[in-house]
């Protein structure tokens, strides 16, 4: 079969696009060569096509057990589903990094067919930049992680797919995590693009705004399913553990969001024009960190996809090359940018600084108890690990400050207003989550302060984030009808921007309660044995073998009950995968959207008896529903007619200085 050396061909021919396509649209943005600046496009779209076909070339490998292609010979095996040898393709190193490249260039196909209304210098010297990340990237494909390498003689079988990563949930956590990471390539180069060009304006900001807000949703979609996957999948319980890996796509989204917010500035006011561009830079950088993270061996996450320090060293160059050259061409276009008009201490622009000189300082902090082990290990012989307690500490106050003015921010006047006239606004929120404050503290006789206060912030951020729409259409200040006009009326932007800080409130309200009020049963249990948790009764009914198609399962069966009635039936499993000789569990959870009850069967000991782990976790679904809120109100914000008719005119004012390339 020839399949993988079609891939191959068709990643050379790649990587020979992705050459021309950093080099010739700079020429012609040079020369004024419109015909040069153009051939972006069609290179562009030229990867794209070839991208697309070397990666169904591996799915097709995988789909036919070829275990004559090395990397199908370590990744799957004749005696698995369908879906997992199709979804094998991408869980792995050699095949996800694959797939970051076709997202690579799937996005910048975008930017070629949809971006009739970009400047053409503007449009060749943005493709130009993406052309040069993708050709290091299949550079670092085709010299060290090549997945369609032969193996001779071809294995008989294959050694397996991790089986964490047999699973619906993290099969679609990496795609929707890569087009978050790789999304920001677009705020990348049209960054690096706009300091060659020498102009930032307003119509800068509304072509950027679009691709940072649809990778921003992405990644919050995929942080979402990876945070769900652990949960349910590992059977700890937990919904977050601030591992290496996970701290690594949380930091490009905690910048992401100050950069949305910073773009919004530029659009309306052109101001913090240099800051934006170095966010840009910064959050792109971010995300390259994290594929190091991944697949360098130097932290070690049940996540990682490679331990091969070579490679880590490569990718190091890339970000050393790619971030490093881009800020040092900010370091020298920066100072010449406009930068805008001023603004009040107290006003729509000073409440989105704030809001990006917190979520940066969060993201500082990721940064900082991920990599200080590293750090400590690297400089000295001690080893240290830095947990829960250190975030709880640093990274939790920060928030609190964020989200008090993430309701504010949105009812302030643009340039200027008056601090009576905003408190006055968001009275009724802040006298609503007073009350809710209030009604915690009675309830549990003060015993749970912290967690009253989280839920009356979260009440504050819902209930602020439904202000802004009322505001907006006057509710309660004119007649019904003139309110529903005016909600018509009404931009995708502004519901977008209700829907996305709604769902903070509701994750906030779930982590809360989750967090304070969760309990948790560890009992030895007989079939026939019982307990209690959450008001829920519990009894294990059998315990009995199964197989499945690739591995033998020894699964629990529960009844549920509560106030002496039957509400579900529920199945845990300890499962082993015997060509891998990996054991995994799988937890049985019982939902009724405002709790769960979650079950894990342990290991049998020698009176017959399971270790069973029962949770009652409140409010837990809402952790989830929150983020999924999130991205929804991003999707609505980009079906703004805004963003479809596209950007305004160039401002006439704005600086252009000579290119630099």
């Known amino acids: 079969m020839v399949v993988a050396e079609t891939g191959h061909f ?32 069609s290179a562009a779209i030229g990867q794209m096509v070839f991208l697309t076909a070397a990666f169904a070339a591996l799915i097709g490998c ?38 970051w490249v076709l997202i690579l260039a799937i996005f910048g196909a975008a930017v070629a067919i ?27 494909i085709l010299f060290t992680s090549n997945p369609f390498i032969r193996l001779f003689p071809a294995a008989p079988d294959g050694q397996d797919l991790n089986p964490l990563l047999q699973d619906i949930g993290l099969a679609i956590h990496p795609p929707f995590l890569y087009l978050g990471y790789v999304g920001f390539s677009m705020a990348f180069s049209f960054s690096v693009a706009a300091l060659i060009e020498g102009k930032v304006d307003a119509s800068w900001a509304r072509w950027v705004r679009p691709w940072v807000l649809a990778a921003w949703c992405f990644l919050t979609i995929g942080i979402t399913l990876g945070s769900f996957w652990a949960y349910y999948e590992l059977g700890w319980g937990g919904w977050w553990f601030w591992d290496p890996v996970e701290n690594a796509s949380f930091m490009p989204w905690l910048a992401g969001t100050a950069l949305l917010h910073s773009a919004l500035v530029v659009e309306r006011r052109q101001t ?4 934006t561009i170095l966010l840009g830079i910064l959050t792109f950088s971010l995300s390259l960190i994290g594929t190091f993270v ?14 091969d320090p070579a490679r880590g060293v490569f990718i190091l160059g890339l970000i050393a090359l790619t971030s490093g050259g881009a800020l040092a061409l900010y370091a020298y276009r920066a100072p010449s940018l406009k930068q805008g008009a001023p603004f009040a201490g107290f006003s729509r622009e000073s409440s989105l600084v704030m809001n990006n000189v917190l979520l940066l300082s969060a993201c500082a902090t990721v940064f900082l108890g991920t990599f200080y082990p590293l750090i400590i290990e690297a400089t000295s012989n001690d080893k240290i690990t830095v947990g829960a307690p250190f975030y709880n500490l640093t990274f939790v106050p920060m928030m609190i400050p964020l989200l008090i003015v993430m309701v504010l921010g949105p009812m302030l006047k643009w340039k200027r207003d008056s601090i009576r006239a905003g408190l006055a606004k968001l009275m009724r929120p802040a006298v609503i989550a007073g009350l809710v404050l209030a009604a915690i503290l009675i309830a549990t006789f003060g015993a749970h302060a912290l967690a009253a206060f989280g839920f009356a912030l979260a009440v504050w951020v819902i209930v602020g984030s439904l202000a802004i729409l009322a505001h907006r259409t006057r509710l309660g200040q004119v007649p019904v009808p003139a309110s529903l006009h005016l909600a018509r009326l009404t931009p995708r932007s502004v519901y977008g921007l209700v829907l996305a800080h709604a769902g903070i409130g509701v994750t906030v309200a779930g982590i809360t309660a989750m967090s304070a009020w969760k309990q948790e049963e560890l009992r030895s249990l007989p079939v026939g044995g019982q307990l209690d948790v959450g008001g829920y009764h519990v009894t294990l009914k059998s315990v009995s073998d199964v197989a499945g198609p690739n591995y033998q399962a020894e699964r629990a069966l529960f009844d549920i009950g509560r106030n002496g009635s039957h509400v579900s039936t529920l199945h845990a499993e300890r499962r ?23 079950l894990a069967i342990g290991e049998r000991n020698g009176t017959k008896e399971w270790t069973v782990r029962a949770y009652y976790h409140p409010l837990a679904p809402w952790i989830w529903f929150g983020p999924i809120i999130m991205a929804l109100g991003g999707f609505v914000s980009l079906s703004d007619r805004r963003f479809r008719l596209g950007a305004p005119q160039r401002a006439r004012r704005a600086p252009a200085l000579a290119p630099a390339e």
Do not use: C
Not at 120 to 138: M, N, S
Not at 294 to 307: D, E, I, K, N
Not at 577 to 598: C, D, K, M, P, W
């Open 62 to 99: 995988y789909v036919m057990s070829d275990f004559s292609v090395l990397n199908v010979a370590e990744n799957s095996n004749s005696a698995m589903p369908l879906i997992y040898k199709v979804t094998a393709a991408w869980g792995n190193h050699e095949g996800s990094m694959l797939l």
């Open 114 to 140: 949809f971006g009739g209304n970009l400047p053409a210098p503007l449009k060749a010297r943005a493709l130009a930049v993406q052309g040069t990340v993708g050709t290091g990237f299949l550079a670092f």
């Open 576 to 598: 082993y995968y015997s060509v891998r000789r990996t054991q995994t569990t799988e937890a049985g959870i019982h939902t009724n959207l405002f709790s769960n009850v979650y």
């Open 10 to 41: 068709a990643l050379i021919l790649t990587l020979t696009l992705a050459l021309a396509q950093s080099v010739v649209p700079l020429i012609g943005t040079r020369l004024g060569d419109l015909q040069l600046m153009r051939f972006a496009s």
């Open 294 to 307: 991944v697949r360098s061996g130097v932290l070690t996450s049940v996540h990682s996809f490679a331990m």
């Open 272 to 275: 913090l024009v240099n800051w």
